[in-house]
């Protein structure tokens, strides 16, 4: 059970309350045009989860309206997908393509109401009349057909009787709507393409906007949940079933932010290009954020599923840190799955004083976990261990085996090195060392202190094993293109050392390979004599350090001058460009010297500045601005790559010093600008983001937040004079981040008096 409720379990709980519905029924609406991955699992999980919770059902929905781009194998995977999750749908799975005869009953019908008809524009000219977001559309001259004209036409459609594109059925709303969505919305339209399950009954497809409502209708749905970029899909969702005057109750659709994570990608259209181009090795590829690749790395479902709980049901879309799924990973199996040992780069042991053979039973699990099991350690005078657990000269604080350090050997003896033997290159091929006999671990008498225990196998009856170390798919966090693949992602050790317990007993399919990380037992490629273990993940978080690897031969050589870092407090001197620019900020533009010098040190960022200054010359606002958020974007992009220009900051800065917007909402607009391209101006508009300054409306929220806090209006007024800001945020709030701050501040104090 979740203990803080998200606003979608909240919504749920209200509904049962007041009585509107007295079951829950939601439904995973999947279109099956690619294998499902991390972000459907987010939304299974909510689906699913809230269904759960409250005693309702969930419906497995294949939203398959599209023809030319679904199949079957997707089906599949999608069923296998909400299974491995945990989950279980309600009867049998569904299929919009079940209801289009009822979806062509409700078309017939809004024709007869007059609310549909008939267009006969082709596709340019449909995307001409509808006009832009600043301008109306027109409606086409065909919208005036009649009723018996528009069923027979509609009728010939469904028949085959034209060409693709020749017609296609609108509904009859509002051409001039705000909402380009409702600008008369295309509603079915032709296609002469064989369906995977209808065959080749149908020549015409019901769009998204038509087909999804009246599915939820149909089934009974009760809360329609989607992801935000559905938000302005909203008003037609309603449009359909107020218009057909279904019977209650009917569903309502409700938003979330859809799940972003960094250094991978994430829909199914680029997935499915990295799969087609060869660039993993299918759907299933452990690289791959798919569920089908995830189970095959050796992921748990309730890793995933705690993993989607921990990132939470939110409004606002955000990029989750991976190294937040990898956390959630090895926090599941850290006290599930057996230690075990497992040498990737071995390195020979020969220990001069051990004679015979021994096998020394070790538990597979650490004393602090509650769960018991052990296996056999043969142990002989000929050993492997890691080669980087040996240095010649080590560097200071390496705590493992050196000439001068002896080591323990995980649940054996502690070894000292007594000689290293080189080949002619002088590579290391060989340790000769000695062991101390009542050193054993867990009866150790000889008091001989080490730093550290590392992990070993006999040589003898050591196994092999192919081991797969994936890593991220891409270099960078947010990837653009294939160049940003990360060319590491997968390293194949042939002939690993792994101890023959692992093997012969199995006591699992997962374990961890102490010190390196969670490995699982390929459920595809293993084979008993062929064995091969996939990485889940490393044991720690390793990726930020490999930007800068340790230096890997530090004795002897003579350390190389370093690059000189800039040290805190110390500031690296102007170019003359850099300077010229920065007095020019400070004297003539008044900018103060932070910013002025976080522009003028950047050639980018001044540029861009420069260029904003052209369409809007207030610097200070846009200065502000552009080193903030503009810079921050910087850091992950190029100028190039950047969803606006200077003139569209220009116009944001504008809106938030006429004030139009305040900046807490300008904030917003960049956001949406930075991830839509779309321009600021009309972003405002189409969300009704304008500020909010009148007096009345603002007064209108001060007495509702005074009446809601009567506590807080007795400490204010008996001195508690911290709680001003509390009422101003309050208001703030309640009129969603849009009232004019200033007079907020100034109607808070009259009414607080
Ligand atoms: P993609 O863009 O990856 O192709 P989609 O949105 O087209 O995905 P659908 O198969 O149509 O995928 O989606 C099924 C359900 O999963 C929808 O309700 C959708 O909102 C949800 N969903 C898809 N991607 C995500 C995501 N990244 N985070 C949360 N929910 C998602
Ligand atoms: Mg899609």
Not at 358 to 382: M, N, Q, T, W
Request: charged share 30%; glycine share 4%.
């Amino acid at each position: 059970m979740q203990k803080n409720k998200d606003f979608l379990r909240r919504i749920v709980e209200e509904d049962l309350k007041s009585g509107k519905y007295s079951e829950i029924i939601t439904r995973f609406p999947p279109e099956p045009n690619g294998f499902p991955h991390i972000g459907h699992a987010k939304s299974i999980s909510i689906n699913f989860g809230i269904a759960k919770a409250y005693g309702g059902r969930c419906n497995l929905r294949m939203d398959d309206t599209n023809p030319t781009t679904e199949d079957t194998q997707y089906v599949e995977a999608l069923k296998d997908a909400v299974e491995w999750l945990g989950f279980e749908w309600d009867g049998e799975v569904r299929y919009t393509s079940d209801y289009f005869g009822k979806l062509y009953d409700y078309a017939i019908e809004l024709i007869k109401m007059g609310k549909a008809y008939v267009d006969s524009l082709n596709e340019e000219e449909i995307r001409e009349y509808r006009g832009t977001i600043t301008q109306p559309g027109r409606r086409s001259k065909y919208a005036d057909r009649s009723i018996e004209e528009n069923l027979d036409l509609f009728e010939r459609m469904k028949q085959g009787e034209f060409e693709e594109g020749a017609h296609v059925l609108r509904a009859k709303i509002d051409m001039s709507s705000p909402n380009m969505k409702m600008r008369d919305p295309l509603l079915y339209r032709i296609r002469h393409a064989h369906h995977f399950r209808a065959g080749d009954a149908w020549a015409i497809y019901p769009m998204y906007d038509f087909a999804h409502c009246l599915s939820d209708y149909i089934e009974g749905v009760t809360h329609s949940i989607c992801t935000l970029e559905f938000e302005n899909n909203r008003e037609i969702y309603d449009w359909v079933i107020d218009t057909l005057k279904l019977k209650p109750p009917r569903p309502y659709q409700h938003e979330f932010a859809r799940l972003n994570i960094n250094y991978t990608v994430m829909s199914k259209r680029k997935l499915l290009e990295l799969v087609e181009k060869r660039i993993v090795k299918g759907w299933d590829d452990p690289r791959l954020p798919t569920i089908a690749g995830f189970r095959r790395r050796g992921y748990t479902p309730e890793a995933i599923l705690n993993f989607c709980e921990m990132i939470g049901v939110a409004k606002a879309n955000s990029v989750v840190d991976i190294s937040q799924l990898e956390f959630a990973i090895r926090d599941d199996l850290n006290p599930k799955v057996p230690r075990v040992m497992c040498i990737l780069d071995p390195l020979k042991i020969t220990i001069e004083n051990y004679e015979g053979f021994e096998e020394i039973e070790a538990s597979y699990y650490p004393h602090d976990v509650p769960k018991e099991g052990s296996r056999k350690l043969p142990f002989s005078k000929e050993i492997y261990i890691e080669r980087e657990d040996f240095a010649e000269h080590p560097q200071k604080g390496y705590f493992r085996l050196t000439p001068d350090q002896p080591v323990r050997l995980k649940h054996a003896y502690i070894i000292r090195c007594k000689e290293i033997i080189k080949d002619a290159n002088g590579n290391i091929t060989e340790i000769k060392a000695e062991y101390y006999p009542d050193s054993k671990s867990g009866s150790d008498t000889s008091g001989i202190k080490v730093k550290s225990a590392i992990q070993w196998v006999e040589a003898t009856k050591a196994k092999k094993a192919e081991i797969r170390l994936y890593d991220r798919l891409y270099k960078v966090e947010l990837p653009e293109s294939l160049d940003d693949l990360n060319p590491d992602s997968l390293k194949i050790i042939k002939e690993a050392l792994i101890e023959p317990a692992v093997i012969e007993e199995k006591a699992d399919e997962r374990f961890q390979f102490e010190r390196i990380g969670y490995f699982y037992a390929d459920p595809i490629d293993y084979r008993e004599d062929a064995p091969v273990f996939n990485r889940i993940v490393s044991l720690k978080d390793s990726w930020n350090k490999k930007s800068k690897p340790a230096p890997k031969k530090p004795a002897k050589e003579k350390p190389k001058p370093q690059p000189k870092e800039q040290i805190e407090g110390e500031v690296t001197p102007m170019s003359e460009a850099e300077q010229a620019r920065y007095d020019h900020y400070t004297k003539t533009l008044k900018l103060n010297s932070e910013v002025a010098n976080t522009l003028a040190r950047d050639a980018q960022l001044s540029t861009f500045f420069e260029e904003a200054l052209q369409s809007y010359d207030t610097p200070a606002t846009l200065a502000n601005f552009i080193t903030n958020e503009v810079a921050r974007e910087l850091k992950q992009k190029t100028i190039n790559n950047l969803n606006y220009t200077p003139a569209h900051i220009a116009d944001l800065a504008k809106m938030v010093d006429e004030e139009i917007i305040s900046t807490k909402i300008a904030k917003q607009v960049f956001e949406e600008m930075s991830q839509s391209g779309e321009n600021p101006t009309q972003i405002v508009q189409t969300k009704g983001l304008e500020q909010i300054s009148n007096p009345d409306t603002i007064q209108r929220m001060i007495d509702e937040v005074i009446a809601e806090n009567p506590d807080n209006v007795e400490k204010y007024k008996a001195g508690n004079q911290k709680l001003f800001g509390f009422f101003v945020g309050q208001v703030l709030k309640k009129s969603e981040g849009k009232a004019n701050p200033k007079i907020v501040n100034a109607l808070v104090k009259k009414a607080l008096g």
